[in-house]
C-alpha cells in the first residue's frame, strides 16, 4: 500500500510570491491535515479536511488555505510568501475518527 | 489552551542501555495521545498510540504508558541501538475527529555504538 505522498520534496520562492503544495493521502484515508513544522515553533497544526471539507483550522493567517478533491487529494496554498514561511510542511492522513496519523515525508519550502 | 512539554530535549546513550522519554501535557482532557519518530528531514512515523482509556501499549522493545490524571506519559525504550537514534515527538489529541494533533518539541536522541 503506497503512503501518503507529497509533491514537491523541495521548493525555493521569493518573498510576495505564492505557492501550491500537493498532498496524496493514502488509499481509503478520507481526512488529510497540514502541519508546519519549524526549528523554533516545532509542529503547528494549520488544517484538517474531510470529504471536501474543513474540519479544523489553527491559528494561520488568511494567507494559508488548503482545499481537499473529490479523490481525498489535498493542496495548500500561502500567498503573498513571508521569510518566517520557510519551514517543512507535512500532510498527514488517516481513517475518520482518531486513528493513527500517517505522515508524508514533506515539502521543504525556502522562502529567500 | 493544552501545552505538550517534552523533557530532556536531547539524550545521549550508549548502545544497549534501556531509556526513558518524558512528555507531560497540561489539560488532562484528551481522547488519545500518539508517540511518533522523526529522522532528519524526514516526516513523521508513528509508533504508538494510546487511547485515553489505556495505561500502556507495547510494540517490540517500546512501551508507552499513560497517565491522563497527571498528564503523563512516558516511552520506554528497551536495549538501544544506533538505529534508534531520531527525534522522538509525543502529541495529544483532544477530541475524536483525528487530524489535529498538538505536539511536544521533542527528543532528540542519539545512542552511540
Known amino acids: 500500500k503506497a503512503g501518503v505522498t507529497q509533491t514537491p520534496r523541495y521548493l525555493i520562492k521569493t518573498r510576495g510570491q505564492q505557492v501550491t503544495l500537493s498532498c496524496s493521502p493514502i488509499?481509503?484515508?478520507?481526512?488529510v491535515s497540514w502541519y508546519q513544522q519549524t526549528p523554533g515553533q516545532g509542529l503547528q497544526f494549520l488544517f484538517e479536511?474531510?470529504?471536501?471539507?474543513?474540519?479544523n483550522k489553527g491559528n494561520f493567517p488568511g494567507r494559508f488555505s488548503g482545499r481537499q478533491f473529490s479523490n481525498s487529494r489535498s493542496e495548500m496554498n500561502v500567498s503573498t510568501l513571508e521569510l518566517g514561511d520557510s519551514a517543512l510542511y507535512l500532510c498527514?492522513?488517516?481513517?475518520?475518527?482518531?486513528?493513527?496519523?500517517?505522515f508524508g515525508s514533506g515539502t521543504q519550502l525556502s522562502v529567500l | 489552551k493544552q501545552e505538550v512539554t517534552q523533557i530532556p530535549a536531547a539524550l545521549s546513550v550508549p548502545e544497549g542501555e534501556n531509556l526513558v522519554l518524558n512528555c507531560s501535557f497540561t489539560?488532562?482532557?484528551?481522547?488519545?495521545l500518539q508517540w511518533f519518530r522523526q529522522d532528519p528531514g524526514k516526516g513523521l512515523t508513528s509508533l504508538l498510540l494510546?487511547?485515553?482509556?489505556?495505561r500502556e501499549q507495547t510494540s517490540g522493545r517500546l512501551n508507552a504508558s499513560l497517565d491522563k490524571s497527571s498528564g503523563r506519559s512516558t516511552l520506554y525504550i528497551a536495549a538501544s541501538q544506533p538505529g534508534d537514534s531520531a527525534t522522538y515527538l509525543c502529541?495529544?489529541?483532544?477530541?475524536?475527529?483525528?487530524?489535529?494533533?498538538?505536539f511536544g518539541q521533542g527528543t532528540e536522541l542519539s545512542v552511540k555504538p
Open positions: 479536511y474531510f470529504s471536501e471539507t474543513q474540519r
Open positions: 489539560d488532562s482532557a484528551i481522547y488519545n
Open positions: 502529541a495529544v489529541n483532544e477530541d475524536n475527529q483525528g487530524g489535529k494533533l498538538i
Open positions: 498527514a492522513s488517516s481513517l475518520p475518527g482518531a486513528e493513527k496519523l500517517f
Open positions: 494510546i487511547q485515553s482509556s489505556q
Open positions: 488509499s481509503g484515508h478520507r481526512s
